[in-house]
């Protein structure tokens, strides 16, 4: 079953605004990762933040992480055309630690220029 | 390119024919996942080899499906009997380690008239 929600299903912006995406999840994990997918492509990783951070810096990307919520947000700054993709949140979870990513169903985020 | 690589990149093939995907991982990447994408979802888990030991295969896995990764470098997956249900983007993945961050080919795509 999937594990991670991604909020919202669907995001459209304006070229230069910031694209802000919820995951949500229920067990304890190692580690939470985002990716990036365009339409009939594989997965592009983004970042990683381990379940002792909360927050974490990569380029455009922030990614923050709340263990106690059981939640992560990632905020695309500036955004660009280029940025149009699906973006998924998966979680490497205590339980089946390393053996899995357990992936959320996904925000469409469309950038329009 | 030291990516992962997946072959063929798509597949049509008649309901009750069997198929078999390749997948190189990064060359120094001890882990290898499956992961099977339908339309509008997240990957779902299929199977994951430590080296050459394939540790963990999911419910998803029914016995049409088999993997292997016989040297611990490259891996095949065979459907055999293929149904329309096996439709679906097959995506292929590798870490270094059992908690880091996965890296995945660019998938292939699988049609069953």
């Known amino acids: 079953s999937q594990q991670g929600e991604e909020d919202p299903q669907a995001l459209s912006i304006q070229e230069g605004e910031n694209a802000t995406m919820n995951c949500s999840y229920k067990?304890?994990?190692?580690?939470l990762q985002w990716y990036r997918q365009n339409s009939g492509r594989g997965l592009v990783h983004l970042i990683l933040?381990?379940?002792?951070?909360r927050e974490k810096h990569s380029g455009r990307l922030r990614v923050t992480l709340d263990t106690s919520k059981k939640s992560s947000s990632l905020l695309i700054t500036a955004s660009r055309a280029a940025d149009t993709a699906s973006y998924f949140c998966?979680?490497?979870?205590?339980?089946?630690?390393?053996?899995?990513?357990?992936f959320g169903e996904g925000t469409q985020l469309t950038v329009n220029p | 390119d030291t990516g992962v690589s997946q072959d063929p990149r798509h597949k049509i093939t008649k309901r009750g024919q069997n198929v078999t995907f390749r997948c190189d991982p990064i060359?120094?990447?001890?882990?290898l996942y499956w992961y099977r994408q339908t339309l509008g979802q997240g990957p779902e888990f299929l199977t994951y080899f430590q080296n050459e030991a394939q540790l963990e295969k999911s419910r998803l896995l029914s016995d049409r499906f088999s993997a292997e990764r016989p040297k611990g470098s490259f891996s095949t997956l065979e459907i055999q009997r293929t149904e329309q249900g096996d439709s679906a983007m097959y995506l292929c993945?590798?870490?270094?380690?059992?908690?880091?961050?996965?890296?995945f080919g660019p998938g292939t795509r699988l049609l069953v008239l």
């Open positions: 993945a590798s870490s270094p380690y059992g908690t880091g961050s996965q890296y």
């Open positions: 998966a979680t490497d979870r205590q339980e089946t630690s390393g053996s899995r990513l357990t």
């Open positions: 060359s120094e990447h001890n882990r």
């Open positions: 067990t304890s994990i190692n580690n």
């Open positions: 933040i381990r379940s002792n951070e």
